[in-house]
Each structure stands twice: as C-alpha cells, then as structure tokens.
C-alpha cells in the first residue's frame, strides 16, 4: 500500500511504471480506456482503496484472447520481474489463459454431454409415449370388436324377447277381426 501512495505522487512516471499501470488499466477497465499517466493512471489510483478491491475481482474480468496477447506484448517489455503490479498482471494473465484454453472448453463439452443426455431423456420419454400409445391404439380396436359382437347378440336377443310379443299381438289382431269392418261398428250401436 504505501508503493502505491508513493506511485501515486509521481507526476511524470517513468517508461516501466507508465507501461504497468496502462497494462493494469486495461485489464481492469478496457484496452480501449485512457491508459495514459496523467488520465488513466492517475485516476485509476486516486481511490487506492477501491484500486485494490477492483484488483481483487479480476476473476470477473471477460478477457479475449486478443486482449491477453495485446497486454502481453506489452507487459513483456517492462520485465519488473520484482515488483507486485507486474507479478499481478502475469497471473491474470495466466489464470485468464488457462480459463480460456482449458476451463471453457471443458465448459463447453460439459453443456454438449447435458444436451445429448437430454435428448437421450426426451427420446425415451417419446419412446414410452408411443408404446402407451400402441397399447391404446390396440385396446380400442379390441374395445370396438368386442363392442361390435355385442351390437349383433343385442339384435338377436331383442328380437328372440320380441318373438312371443308379436305372437301375442298377432292373436290379438287376429280374434278383433271379426268384430272389425263398418257392419261391427253398427252392431254395437244397437245393443
């Protein structure tokens, strides 16, 4: 900490400094923020404190390929191999790379296996919804023969009670004949 309340004194840094801080800037900010000394740095350490908890979240930081070659070329020239601000920035750097190359494609992978297993599931739920729809299907078709030999021993069994009915109904009709026609009628007037 007091590095950095020293640092942020100087006026006019020199190459070294200038060139960490503007790498600093660009991770924390944008490659594409003001990285110069006088707007950039000075700015960026103005709130030590809240430079310092930016630093802390660098896992949030998105960094693209692109950025992390950009900040390493130019990081690679300072070479303040004893200071922390360079040590920070080659381990961003670093954590960021191997987020890139080897956690996101494992990453990946593992979201395309969870949707192969999903369409696994939703296949042999399809699957089992097309037996049960066979089993309907065939149970119906049972349903209506079974349905269809009822209709036909229905029509025998009404007509076999209906027999001795019209039996009785055609003797009935068969004894008022006599007593049918206009000479009957007149007959029973005169009674």
Not at 19 to 48: C, E, F, H, V, Y
Not at 108 to 124: M, R, V
Not at 144 to 150: G, K, N, R, S, W
Request: glycine share 2%.
């Amino acid at each position: 900490m007091k590095s950095l309340q020293e640092l942020r004194l100087v006026t006019k840094a020199e190459k070294l400094g200038e060139d960490t801080l503007a790498a600093i800037i660009m991770i924390l900010k944008s490659p594409a923020a003001d990285i110069t000394w006088q707007k950039g740095a000075i700015r960026q350490l103005a709130n030590l404190y809240r430079f310092i908890k930016e630093t802390q979240l660098f896992h949030k930081i998105n960094l693209t390929e692109e950025y992390i070659n950009f900040i390493s070329i130019i990081i690679d020239n300072v070479q303040l191999e004893n200071t922390s601000l360079y040590k920070w920035i080659k381990r961003v750097l670093q954590y960021h790379t191997v987020l890139l190359k080897k956690v996101r494609p494992i990453h990946e992978k593992y979201k395309e296996i969870e949707e192969d297993e999903k369409l696994i599931l939703l296949d042999n739920k399809s699957q089992a919804l097309e037996a049960r729809l066979k089993d309907h299907l065939q149970q119906d078709r049972e349903m209506t023969i079974v349905f269809d030999q009822i209709l036909s021993i229905k029509d025998q069994i009404i007509n076999w009670q209906l027999d001795p009915i019209k039996e009785n109904s055609l003797q009935i009709i068969d004894r008022q004949k006599p007593f049918s026609g206009p000479d009957n009628i007149v007959k029973c007037y005169f009674l």
